[in-house]
Structure formats: C-alpha cells, structure tokens
C-alpha cells in the first residue's frame, strides 16, 4: 500500500510540473506561456508567506509571484519593501517590529522593547501604504490565561492609539501548542477573540491560521462563521505535516475559501504550507489554483 501510495504521489507530481512550467530566462524564475495567470477569479486576494521559500532569492521570487498573479506577499520586513514597491507587489503582512512568537505581549519583560520598536515600524507602514502589522502572545511560561490577557492588553493599549491614528490593524497570530509551538498562549480562537473584546479596538485583529487552528481545535468553517468580525488574515497549509494543500491532506480548501468569502472578507489568504515538490514555484501555484474559488 505504501508502495502504491509513493508512486501516485510522484505520478501526481510530476503531472503537476507540467501543467506548470518554470523557466529560468534573465536569472529570473518565469512560467512558460503556457500558464495564464489571468484565469485567475479575483475572488480571493491571494498572497504568500517568504519564509517558505527562503532558499529563492527575494528578487527571484518577487518576479515569480508577480507572474503568478499575486498581489502580494507575506511577513516581509521594512528593508525588503522597495523591492515589493519595484514589482507592483503589496505588503499583505509587515513583520520586524516583533522580537520572536516565544517574545510576546503576554509577558511585561517584554514591553518595553516592544513598544519601542511597534512605534517605529507603524509610522512607516502608513507611509507606505500598508495596514497588517504582525504581533504575538508568546509563551505562557506558567501564566494563567486572564493574567496572559491583562498583560497583553496593558502592553497594546500603549500602542493601539498610534496604529489607529496610522490606519495599522495589529494582528495577533493564533498559532498550535500540540505540534510547533510548545506553550504558545494564543493558541484557540476563543483565546484570541476574548483578547479582542478586552482591547475593543478595530485596529486589534486576529491571524487565523488554518493549519494551527484545524491542528488545535478544528471545526474551520464554523470558526470562520462564527468569529470573522474579528479576523483580519488567513494563512493556509496542509494538515498533518504543513506541506501542500492538494489531496495528500485532510482539509478540504475550496469548501473553506468560499466560508470566507460568504463572510464578506476583502482582505488576503496568504498560502504558508512549506513545498515538498522539486518545483516550489509549481506547487505555490497549484495552491493558488485550489484556493481560486
């Protein structure tokens, strides 16, 4: 069985590197003429998380994005945004403000540094235009949940006048505490949603990852249905093991991409699933592809 599952998997793959095809023209990932990203729905702002494609250079990948159709990518710093601004790609979620997801708001050790450098970051991103800011709880380290609360919302009050005066949501990632974070606080939607009851700010939003959050609590779509006032992004990747979202996984994408969007949500779905294919390009844009409904 696991013989025959090996070899449909590499026959999947293989078809899929030729349904789409990457070349190298100019130094430059590029799609044959083959691939036409204009088939896209406009549905679904799509993006991209950097980090998972770390090993293509930013230049590289900026280009390949753009021929892909993107908009926009994901967890960039300030200094990488005139290369986003030279390939007409947006910020969909600025990062380098934080000082690491174990580092939180939860912890008062922690604010001054945070708040200094949350107060540098937000004055940039409305001069450039862009509006999600990346932040987390960090690790629990023994903290009861209401005292992960308080903490929390002593540290953002201090900045959440700032970022509502530059148009900048602060947007908490809900990561898993099972599998990749061990002790992560925010780990449920409750969790994150009571955080945005007691800041009660429109510029306080959630991250609602779909991979961390199937991982911790599941029910997706009634999550969705139920908590997306208080949404600001998604993340997606595959369940078990974070790899691509097609049938080698257990969530069933297009059923919850079109949950959000009966929401009425007009932000970004940013893919953040880390490619097992030999072609990351190819398996990016196969991701896009399942979740253009």
């Known amino acids: 069985m696991n013989s025959r599952r090996s070899i449909l998997k590499k026959i999947i793959l293989a078809s899929a590197a030729i349904k789409f095809p990457l070349i190298k023209k100019n130094n430059v990932f590029q799609f044959s003429d083959k691939f036409n990203s204009s088939q896209l729905k406009g549905n679904i702002n799509h993006s991209v998380v950097r980090w998972c494609y770390d090993d293509i250079p930013f230049d590289e990948f900026c280009a390949a994005v753009k021929n892909l159709g993107l ?4 967890v960039v710093e300030p200094k990488n945004w005139p290369l986003l601004k030279h390939y007409g790609l947006h910020c969909s979620m600025c990062s380098g403000a934080d000082i690491g997801l174990q580092k939180g708001w939860n912890n008062k050790s922690n604010h001054e540094k945070l708040i200094r450098r949350y107060k540098a ?7 450039a235009g862009y509006t999600n800011l990346i932040c987390y709880s960090g690790l629990k380290n023994g903290l009861s949940d209401e005292t992960g609360w308080n903490n929390c919302v ?3 009050c201090q900045i959440i006048e700032l970022a509502e005066k530059n148009n900048v949501i602060l947007v908490m990632e809900m990561l898993n505490s099972k599998v990749d974070h061990p002790d992560y606080q925010g780990n449920s939607i409750e969790w994150g949603v009571e955080l945005c009851k007691k800041i009660n700010s429109p510029n ?5 990852d779909i991979y961390h959050l199937q991982i911790m609590e599941g029910n997706i779509i009634e999550s969705i249905e139920n908590y997306h006032p208080y949404i600001s992004h998604y993340h997606t990747a595959g369940v078990p093991d974070r790899h691509e979202i097609d049938e080698t996984q257990e ?3 297009p059923a919850i991409m079109n949950a959000i969007l009966k929401t009425g949500y007009k932000g970004y ?3 953040e699933f880390i490619p097992t294919w030999e ?14 409904v």
Not at 71 to 74: E, G, H, M, P, Y
Not at 204 to 208: E, V
Not at 279 to 292: F, V
Request: with cysteine.
């Open 269 to 271: 779905v940013a893919q």
């Open 71 to 74: 908009k926009a990518i994901d």
């Open 204 to 208: 306080f939003k959630l991250l609602f």
């Open 121 to 127: 970051i937000i004055p940039k991103m409305a001069k």
């Open 154 to 156: 002593e540290g953002l």
């Open 251 to 253: 969530l069933n994408y």
């Open 279 to 292: 072609n990351k390009i190819a398996a990016l844009s196969k991701g896009i592809e399942i979740c253009d």
